[in-house]
């Protein structure tokens, strides 16, 4: 699928909740079968890795170089995980391989439907409560430098508008985020 689309990484998670060994160890199989590409573990609430905690531990006992995390503001947020560097001692810069931005209602969905709110009705970056230019000051100050940076706003309401106002409209609020937070992030006019 990299050589396909000629990307350097994947995205992937778990849905089972295994231990961190056994977690580990499929993921460094999967790590080898990878070889020059790079694996980004994501972790999201309603899976088996629901944390930055869980995910960074599996990633780490994996051993691999080519193993790496992905980090999202709604799964950040929805796992209840404060926006502090503190969340993110002991794991290296360089192995935060991408950044997805977004954001949440104050109130989320009930933990045992969080899923339907993930796929369905996030906010544009900017436009709920979650504070993604905090999120995005965060990472900044860890000095991650993700080798992709995207907007993964799943909203039908968003959408329902069209797919060229729901692009603008995403698209304008994700460029004042990362002005006021990250301007390094946009690309060079």
């Known amino acids: 699928m990299c050589e396909l689309f000629g990307v350097n990484h994947i ?3 778990l849905m089972e ?3 961190i060994e056994h977690t580990a160890q499929k993921l460094k199989e999967l790590c080898h079968r990878a070889g020059k590409y790079t694996i980004g573990v994501e972790p999201m609430l309603y899976s088996g890795l629901p944390d930055v905690k869980k995910a960074w531990a599996v990633v780490k006992e994996s051993g691999c170089d ?3 995390l992905i980090l999202d503001s709604w799964h950040w947020l929805r796992a209840n995980q404060p926006i502090d560097l503190a969340v993110l001692e002991g794991i290296p810069a360089e192995k935060i391989i991408s950044v997805q931005i977004n954001d949440v209602y104050d109130r989320p969905y009930a933990k045992s439907i969080l899923r339907d709110e993930s796929m369905h009705d996030r ?4 436009t709920g409560c979650g504070d993604t230019e905090a999120f ?3 990472l900044k100050e860890k000095g991650i430098e993700p080798k992709a940076m995207g907007v993964e706003v ?3 309401a968003i959408l329902a508008k069209g797919v060229a106002e729901a692009a603008k409209y995403n698209f304008e609020n994700t460029v004042k985020v990362l002005q006021a937070a990250w301007p390094e992030a946009l690309p060079e006019k």
């Open 123 to 126: 906010l544009a970056p900017g």
């Open 17 to 19: 909740n295994y231990s």
């Open 154 to 156: 799943i909203s039908d």
């Open 11 to 13: 995205n992937c998670g």
């Open 66 to 68: 080519n193993a790496k």
């Open 136 to 138: 995005c000051r965060m």
